[in-house]
């Protein structure tokens, strides 16, 4: 079982940076026996894949939308993972959510992520 909560989310300018953090609270296995993967979700969109890394943070996948821009990294002596964000754009908009698989390399299909957090907005304004 696990629980997870971002945070960090807030209003910023086009081409501010951020960094998102999810924090995990985890029962029966440890933190390192899930991948973790970023999402987001605009108005009146579909989820839409973002990042994943593996269990051991060893392996990244990113979205065409988001390389060289976003890094996912995490650490698994504090339980959380981090996503930071540069150079955002107004189209970075929405809402922001983490999400943990038993997978080891994680996955882009958010139907693979049996736990998901609240999720934290990020709003950027031009």
């Known amino acids: 079982q696990v629980q997870l909560v971002e945070s960090g989310g807030s209003v910023v300018q086009t081409g501010s940076s951020l960094r998102l953090s999810c924090a995990a609270s985890v029962s029966g296995l440890t933190f390192n026996s899930y991948a973790m993967g970023w999402f987001r979700q605009a108005p009146g969109n579909e989820r839409e894949f973002l990042a994943t890394i593996s269990r051991g943070g060893g392996t990244t996948d990113y979205a065409d939308a988001v390389k060289g821009r976003f890094t996912f990294s995490r650490d698994n002596t504090r339980n959380t993972v981090y996503l930071q964000m540069k150079s955002l754009k107004p189209e970075d908009t929405a809402v922001y959510y983490c999400?943990?698989?038993?997978?080891?390399?994680?996955?882009?299909?958010?139907?693979?992520?049996?736990?998901w957090g609240q999720g934290t907005q990020v709003t950027v304004s031009s």
């Open positions: 999400a943990a698989t038993t997978r080891r390399l994680g996955s882009r299909r958010s139907s693979e992520y049996g736990y």
